[in-house]
Structure formats: structure tokens, C-alpha cells
């Protein structure tokens, strides 16, 4: 089941216990996508704003 979340701490926190993260680049967003045990948590921000939380996660990160 999906899950939206628009929290940036708290979407760095579940990418603690995560397998890993979807990044799909759109022209005005990115999507980040944390595929967790039981749920796919997505995260949309500004392409500017997604490099720096790229570089904060601590799962695997797969472009899509």
C-alpha cells in the first residue's frame, strides 16, 4: 500500500530500514520512492532540494 509522505526528516528516517530508493526525475519534480518491507513510501520535491536529500540516504538508490 502507497503512502505519501511531505515530512523530509521523517522520509530520512525510513530510509534507515528500507531496501532501497526509485528516484524518477520528472521536469518540475522528483520522486523518491522507499520500498520498505510493507509499504512504498513517496516523496515529491524540487530537483534542487532532491540532491541534497539523496545524498543524506542510507539505502540503496536505483534511477528509474
Same mark, same amino acid.
Given at each position: 500500500?502507497?503512502? =505519501?509522505?511531505?515530512?523530509?526528516?521523517?522520509?530520512?528516517?525510513?530510509?534507515?530500514?528500507?531496501?532501497?530508493?526509485?528516484?524518477?526525475? !520528472? =521536469?518540475?519534480?522528483? #520522486? !523518491?520512492?522507499?520500498?520498505?518491507?510493507?509499504?512504498?513510501?513517496?516523496?515529491?520535491?524540487?530537483?534542487?532540494?532532491?540532491?541534497?536529500?539523496?545524498? #543524506? !540516504?542510507?539505502?540503496?538508490?536505483?534511477?528509474?
Amino acid at each position: 500500500m502507497p503512502v =505519501e509522505i511531505f515530512d523530509v526528516d521523517e522520509f530520512i528516517k525510513i530510509a534507515e530500514r528500507a531496501k532501497y530508493c526509485n528516484i524518477k526525475r !520528472l =521536469e518540475r519534480e522528483v #520522486k !523518491l520512492k522507499l520500498r520498505t518491507p510493507r509499504k512504498l513510501f513517496t516523496l515529491k520535491v524540487n530537483p534542487t532540494k532532491a540532491e541534497e536529500i539523496i545524498k #543524506k !540516504l542510507s539505502c540503496e538508490i536505483r534511477e528509474v
